[in-house]
């Protein structure tokens, strides 16, 4: 079992900018793949980015490339997202998930993936 907590969610002004953690347990944290998705309100969660095991390889969806970096801090079983230039379609609740098996898709589907943490909420104004 894997537990992921996410953190640093908040209220933003457009423009703004944001980081936000996710904690993962477990002993073989380097061997995940780690990915951000999120939901704005009342529509379907979508894939955000994506960062293979070793920090090699980084995906990312088209709307946040040149705003927003995922990274992660193997030594301290932590992925990271960089939120720069933040517009308020970027409102939304932000999970991240693990394939434990350390699959690189680039872009993942919602099945692909093995653990959820339960999300924060970032709210960017205008």
């Known amino acids: 079992q894997v537990h992921l907590v996410e953190s640093g969610g908040g209220l933003v002004q457009a423009g703004g900018s944001l980081r936000i953690s996710c904690a993962a347990s477990?002993?073989?944290?380097?061997?995940?793949?780690m990915t951000w998705f999120r939901q704005p309100p009342g529509k379907e969660r979508e894939f955000v980015a994506a960062i293979s095991r070793l920090s090699v390889s980084t995906a990312y969806t088209d709307s946040v490339k040149g705003r927003f970096t995922i990274s992660r801090d193997n030594a301290k079983n932590t992925v990271y997202l960089q939120m720069n230039g933040l517009k308020p379609e970027d409102t939304a609740t932000y999970y991240c998930?693990?394939?434990?098996?350390?699959?690189?898709?680039?872009?993942?589907?919602?099945?692909?993936?093995?653990?959820w943490g339960q999300g924060t909420q970032v709210t960017v104004s205008s």
């Open positions: 998930a693990a394939d434990v098996r350390g699959r690189w898709y680039g872009v993942p589907r919602n099945t692909d993936l093995d653990y």
């Open positions: 477990g002993r073989t944290f380097s061997t995940y793949t």
